[in-house]
């Protein structure tokens, strides 16, 4: 039964706010020990201030093993919706991406951790050396912020082609890097997503809808970034076989120039020939 006017557009509502809240409790379920971890952290804070930062080296260790599967199994339903793919089972789609990119998202997830956990000893590191120094600081938090851009290009990447895993890293900081403007919405997009569910309507936003927002959002920003460069890719080929196919045209022209050039000097010869046959001829004539 479709139903029009109001009706159906309220129906379309629900059944979209169930679909992004599905998938986000899904992607809570499959993370669950990070989640857990980090809520006991910032519980904790109140009696030991220092809890939430001896909770970040097991949180770091299973991050890759149990956030990314699951992060990257969002992607692959949000990737389904953005493709116009909206009437896909949940379920289904979400454990298939979580199984099919599980080692491609662990090794990224390693990747991710340890370039986190490298630039943050480094920047508090140099933090606390002089003034001349301190500029490095500012250097890892420009570079902190590329990587946190191209972690979104990451999932969405390996959800939308296939490539081995160090094709997908180098290709997400590239993609950050070589759209800028396309990486500032994208961050300050999720930013403002991020900031609305962590401190407006805590509970209910990061439990129902907050990944799945921001996975849905991101791969939308991917896709049509990357579409753009199919199109462009696509002129240029087609400029390319235009060109190929003029030369080919004018090599042509030339080769059958020349066809016509060796056919009129053989004409000319043949011409000649004839001439001198018939003055013998007609010299061989007079003296007889």
């Known amino acids: 039964m479709e139903f029009k006017g109001v009706m159906g557009g309220l129906y379309k509502i629900s059944e979209w706010i169930m679909r992004f809240s599905v998938i986000n409790l899904l992607w809570i379920i499959c993370s669950i020990p990070v989640f857990f971890l980090f809520f006991m952290g910032l519980v ?53 991406g979580y199984k099919e990119n599980y080692v491609q998202s662990m090794i990224g997830g390693i990747f991710y951790v340890l370039v986190f956990t490298i630039i943050s000893v480094n920047y508090f590191f140099y933090l606390k050396q002089g003034n001349s ?64 569910c962590l401190t407006k309507f805590n509970f209910f936003l990061v439990v129902f809808f907050m990944g799945s927002i921001v996975a849905a959002f991101s791969f939308w920003q991917f896709n049509r970034s ?10 240029l080929e087609e400029k390319e076989q ?43 004539n007079n003296r007889n």
């Open 44 to 96: 904790s804070m109140n009696e030991h201030p220092d809890a939430l930062k001896t909770m970040l080296l097991p949180i770091g260790v299973l991050t890759p093993f149990t956030f990314f599967p699951a992060t990257t199994a969002m992607f692959a339903v949000a990737r389904k919706w953005v493709t116009g793919e909206e009437d896909v089972p949940l379920l289904k789609t979400f454990f298939r």
């Open 226 to 235: 990357f579409t753009k460069l199919q199109m462009k890719q696509q002129e």
């Open 133 to 196: 120094l301190k500029i490095l600081a500012i250097l890892f938090i420009a570079f902190t912020i590329i990587m946190i851009i191209s972690l979104f290009n990451f999932f969405s990447i390996i959800v939308h082609l296939h490539m081995k895993i160090f094709q997908i890293i180098k290709n997400s900081v590239l993609i950050s890097i070589g759209n800028p403007i396309n990486s500032i919405v994208l961050l300050s997009c999720n930013g403002v997503i991020l900031w609305i």
């Open 242 to 284: 235009q060109r190929l196919a003029e030369a080919e045209a004018e090599a042509a022209e030339a080769e059958a120039g020349q066809d016509r050039d060796v056919d009129a000097i053989e004409k000319a010869d043949a011409d000649i020939v004839d001439a001198n046959v018939h003055k013998k001829e007609e010299n061989d």
